[in-house]
């Protein structure tokens, strides 16, 4: 079947914006979420956004939802060196089903 | 702790030699899920439960692989016959069922096969 697809690295300097950028393949996705993995450590929900909004922020955290292209971005403000790590994209297709994960994608925050 | 345990955190083996890793959800949550995930990749989908009830199980999981909720709270997950391409991070999460899954993940046993 179709993937979730993600870009598999970035990299950035502290202070600076992240974008990081997903197509997903279900338009009946209800909610689209970005899960963060730190090194040795298990998936952590960041946030989501609900099928019928194309924005949501939350503090650091943007998410910007594309319907029509299927395009999901999450842009960190002032990235960290503590958000260095993988952040993946998923969706559940067909609104209750387990959820789809792309591959992820390593963020590097260069101090 | 009050988050999803899982246990063993690192399991070495044997081919040919069976496994089981459990997992404990966090004690509200009625969904248990199982998901493989090895370098590089995304979390891929293995298996859920809904209480104590099977609800779906993914083609990946072949005829080696058996997961059991008893009683509906902690999991087993089972392989036999262990293949050296089994080797992965076992990813255990949990959920209340309702109109979106916010899963809580434990922190994974990692399988490696000699």
């Known amino acids: 079947g179709e993937d979730v697809e993600q870009s598999l690295f970035l990299s950035v300097r502290e202070g600076d914006s992240s974008v990081i950028n997903c197509t997903y393949t279900?338009?009946?996705?209800?909610?689209l979420y970005w899960y963060k993995q730190e090194p040795g450590a298990g998936l952590q929900l960041l946030t989501y956004?609900?099928?019928?909004?194309d924005m949501k922020q939350d503090q650091r955290l943007t998410v910007l939802l594309n319907k029509k292209d299927k395009h999901l971005s999450l842009r960190i403000a002032d990235t960290q060196t503590g958000d260095s790590a993988i952040y993946f994209c998923?969706?559940?297709?067909?609104?209750?089903?387990?959820?789809?994960f792309g591959k992820g994608t390593r963020l590097s925050v260069i101090a | 702790d009050t988050g999803v345990s899982q246990d063993p955190r690192h399991k070495i083996t044997k081919r040919g030699q069976n496994v089981t890793f459990r997992c404990d959800p966090i004690?509200?949550?009625?969904?248990l899920y199982w998901y493989r995930q090895t370098l590089g990749q995304g979390p891929e989908f293995l298996t859920y439960?809904?209480?104590?009830?099977?609800?779906?199980k993914s083609r990946l999981l072949s005829d080696r692989f058996s997961a059991e909720r008893p009683k509906g709270s902690f999991s087993t997950l089972e392989i036999q016959r262990t293949e050296q391409g089994d080797s992965a991070m076992y990813l255990c999460?949990?959920?209340?069922?309702?109109?979106?899954?916010?899963?809580?993940f434990g922190s994974g046993t990692q399988l490696s096969v000699l």
């Open positions: 999460a949990s959920s209340l069922s309702q109109n979106f899954e916010k899963l809580f």
């Open positions: 279900d338009s009946s996705s209800t909610y």
């Open positions: 956004i609900f099928s019928n909004m």
């Open positions: 998923a969706e559940n297709p067909s609104g209750n089903t387990p959820l789809v």
């Open positions: 004690s509200e949550h009625n969904r």
């Open positions: 439960f809904q209480n104590e009830a099977q609800l779906e």
